[in-house]
């Protein structure tokens, strides 16, 4: 019964830390405009980067990053020596998850918020450190060849379940003995691929935005083509 109430609190916690606005706030302090009415809608990295730029789109995915960890961080500090050894993994996991829904369905915002990436991330950096540098180059490598920002969310969401299945096959410990982190993984991926429904829906239909380098090499070759 007691440990269950660690779990209460892992879960609140982590839900606190995950639906504080990041991106609205840095918004509507830089630009005084309500980030939910600018494209998507949505209040992560890369609206925030549509709305406010470079500058805000990075401090947006820094913090929203930051906050999910700072959650499992905490979980550890105050739970380390409460609950059993076995169990303190899947307080910490709870408290991550909680902090992608925190994030999507903001308390704060009227139950609205983002598509959960970063503080995916974030929870799965705070277990495991090269989660965050795979995730840069994962994202970037989308970002700089095909060019949709869903994918990319799509595809650093099922990387973070993969790193920790061959962490717990390959026998590193504390991942091979424990699954918290493998289904914590699932559980993201399944989260964030139900916030992009609408983004697959128009990939499937050819209409999901293409950004960077190749939505140039399109405009390029929109261009070309009309001159001839």
């Known amino acids: 019964m007691l440990s269950s109430v660690y779990f209460i609190l892992s879960a609140l916690i982590g839900y606190m830390f995950g639906a504080i606005p990041v991106g609205f706030l840095l918004v509507k302090a830089i630009k005084g405009v309500d980030l939910r009415s600018v494209g998507s809608g949505r209040t992560g990295g890369t ?11 990075v401090l947006t995915s820094i913090f ?4 999910a960890a700072c959650g499992v961080w905490l979980i ?31 308390v704060f915002l009227g139950w609205k918020g983002g598509a959960g990436t970063a503080p995916n991330v974030g929870w799965a950096g705070a ?3 090269p989660i965050v540098p795979i995730a840069i180059v994962v994202v970037l490598g989308v970002l700089l ?12 969401s099922a990387a973070i379940p993969i790193a920790f299945l061959i ?10 003995s424990t699954l918290a982190y493998i289904i914590g993984g699932i559980v993201g991926a399944a989260i ?11 990939l ?15 405009r390029k070759g929109d261009s070309e083509t009309t001159n001839s």
């Open 47 to 57: 609206n925030s980067f549509r709305a406010g730029g470079v500058t805000v789109g």
């Open 64 to 67: 929203d990053v930051l906050k």
């Open 192 to 202: 964030i691929t139900w916030s992009l429904r609408p983004n697959i829906k128009r």
């Open 167 to 176: 962490l717990y096959l390959t026998g590193v410990e504390p991942y091979d």
């Open 76 to 106: 550890r500090a105050l739970f380390a020596d409460q609950l059993p050894i076995a169990w303190l993994p899947w307080a910490e996991v709870t408290s991550g998850i909680m902090s992608v829904i925190g994030h999507n369905w903001s």
């Open 127 to 129: 277990e495991w450190f």
């Open 145 to 156: 060849t095909i060019g949709i920002a869903s994918i990319a969310s799509l595809a650093m």
């Open 204 to 218: 499937i239909q050819g209409k999901e935005r293409i950004v960077g380098p190749r939505a140039k090499r399109l």
